[in-house]
């Protein structure tokens, strides 16, 4: 069975740092692109963050640009998401999600996790 | 970047009944162009892939259609468990995710 683990949340002050982790199993993880997908409350389905399966390419929001950095350890079957000078607007439940396709760019998101949620806040 | 909007925002329909959302992209996206279900409390689930592909284990009930900038989503009879919000997502440049339709039974 696919799954996938967020941890890592919790409250954090505004310009401070948090680093989310996602765990998977049931699956060839090196084989597939990873994404960070957030949801602030009330609110709609915002993509943050992909990173292509070997960790060779990485994109970003323009949101996020600058300030996030996605990485991944293939052989930890983890992928990472660091947050960095949080802002108040990056409060959010925050998902990770497996790439559709093996070997390929990331076209849709297959698989969720249950999410991990953000709170920034003095 | 690409945006995305929805309409209708939110719709009330009856059970059997036959609903249609519409996405569209602000430039030609060709056909990728994506569907997710999100019930309260819990992750998406992707329904439709490219524009009009099903998902594994996704009932046939759904469908989608559509290229360019102009996309339908459908349910050919609505049932109780698909109360939920649907989301499109374009995946022509990055991602973008439509601002959602929420759905719920008259």
């Known amino acids: 069975e696919v799954q996938l683990l967020e941890s890592g949340g919790g409250l954090v002050q505004p310009g401070g740092s948090l680093r989310l982790s996602c765990v998977v199993s049931?699956?060839?993880?090196?084989?597939?692109?990873m994404n960070w997908v957030r949801q602030a409350p009330g609110k709609g389905l915002e993509w943050v963050s992909t990173?292509?399966?070997?960790?060779?390419?990485?994109y970003y929001a323009d949101s996020v640009k600058g300030r996030f950095t996605i990485s991944r350890d293939n052989s930890k079957n983890t992928v990472y998401l660091q947050m960095n000078s949080l802002r108040a607007e990056d409060t959010a439940l925050y998902y990770c999600?497996?790439?559709?396709?093996?070997?390929?760019?990331?076209?849709?998101?297959?698989?969720w996790g249950q999410g991990t949620v953000v709170t920034v806040s003095s | 970047d690409i945006q995305m909007t929805q309409s209708p925002s939110s719709l009330s329909a009856s059970v059997g009944d036959r609903v249609t959302i519409t996405c569209q992209a602000s430039?030609?996206?060709?056909?990728?162009l994506n569907w997710y279900q999100q019930k309260p409390g819990k992750a998406p689930i992707l329904l439709i892939y490219?524009?009009?592909n099903l998902q594994t284990g996704v009932p046939s009930r759904f469908s989608g259609s559509g290229s360019g900038t102009d996309f339908t989503f459908t349910i050919s009879s609505l049932q109780p468990e698909d109360t939920a919000t649907y989301y499109c997502?374009?995946?022509?440049?990055?991602?973008?995710f439509g601002p959602g339709t929420k759905v719920d039974i008259k």
């Open positions: 999600a497996k790439g559709r396709l093996s070997f390929g760019a990331s076209d849709a998101f297959d698989i």
């Open positions: 049931g699956f060839t993880f090196s084989s597939y692109a």
């Open positions: 990173i292509s399966g070997i960790g060779s390419s990485t």
């Open positions: 430039q030609d996206i060709s056909n990728y």
């Open positions: 490219d524009a009009s």
């Open positions: 997502q374009q995946h022509d440049n990055l991602f973008t």
